[in-house]
């Protein structure tokens, strides 16, 4: 069951104007949560500031937003292109270039602020574990049919998406390099199909 918070985040989505947040967000990656303001919002989206408040209310709100919105783009990227995989290894493949690897590349670039990855505050680091969240239930879809082999491993469905969303999500930060973190992503593919019980089915 979800969380209050996970509820009322969303919310703040369904009713999120997409002019709005793309705005804020490109002023995130720019500038950060602190060297952002509603005015630069405003101005940037060319809304009126009674706009943005009767929207979101304070900065805050807006940058839980920005969060929630990254999270269900990348999200609708990683599904639509789900429809041609396969195989949980091609699945994984999928969800490293949809969501890990591009939050390495915004962490790597030193003109880029890391807030909208890390969270910043206590709000938004609650909408970042939302996100990772979210990131499990679509994963539980892919290995859903591969219970009995999980099992056989001595482990639940939730304790092996678990296991690959937040080794994925601990690689963003710590990987030296993107080769590196390309290489890790790589072998948790690997120990994943070994789970499955599909080590031959690694590309």
């Given at each position: 069951m979800r969380s209050l918070f996970y509820i009322s985040t969303n919310f703040v989505m369904s009713r999120s104007n997409p002019q709005i947040v793309e705005s804020a967000i490109q002023l995130f990656i720019?500038?950060?949560?602190?060297?952002?303001?509603?005015?630069?919002?405003?101005?940037?989206?060319?809304?009126?500031?009674?706009?943005?408040y009767a929207a979101y209310g304070d900065k805050c709100a807006l940058f839980v937003a920005a969060i929630d919105y990254l999270?269900?783009?990348?999200?609708?990227?990683?599904?639509?292109?789900?429809?041609?995989c396969e195989t949980p290894d091609e699945h994984m493949q999928?969800?490293?270039?949809?969501?890990?690897?591009?939050?390495?590349?915004?962490?790597?670039?030193?003109?880029?602020?890391?807030?909208?990855?890390?969270?910043?505050?206590?709000?938004?680091?609650?909408?970042v574990q939302n996100a990772l969240l979210a990131q499990q239930d679509a994963l539980e879809t892919v290995f859903a049919p591969y219970q009995d082999a999980i099992g056989q491993a001595g482990l639940s469905l939730t304790d092996l998406v678990r296991l690959i969303v937040l080794s994925a999500a601990g690689l963003k930060f710590n990987a030296d390099s993107r080769s590196g973190l390309l290489a890790a992503l790589d072998s948790l593919k690997i120990t994943t199909n070994t789970i499955l019980g599909m080590q031959n089915a690694h590309k």
């Open positions: 720019r500038r950060g949560y602190r060297g952002t303001t509603l005015s630069n919002v405003a101005n940037n989206a060319g809304v009126s500031r009674p706009t943005l999270s269900n783009q990348s999200l609708k990227t990683m599904q639509d292109s789900w429809d041609a999928v969800y490293f270039e949809a969501i890990i690897i591009p939050a390495y590349d915004v962490l790597q670039n030193v003109n880029a602020s890391p807030d909208l990855i890390t969270g910043y505050n206590d709000q938004g680091r609650l909408a």
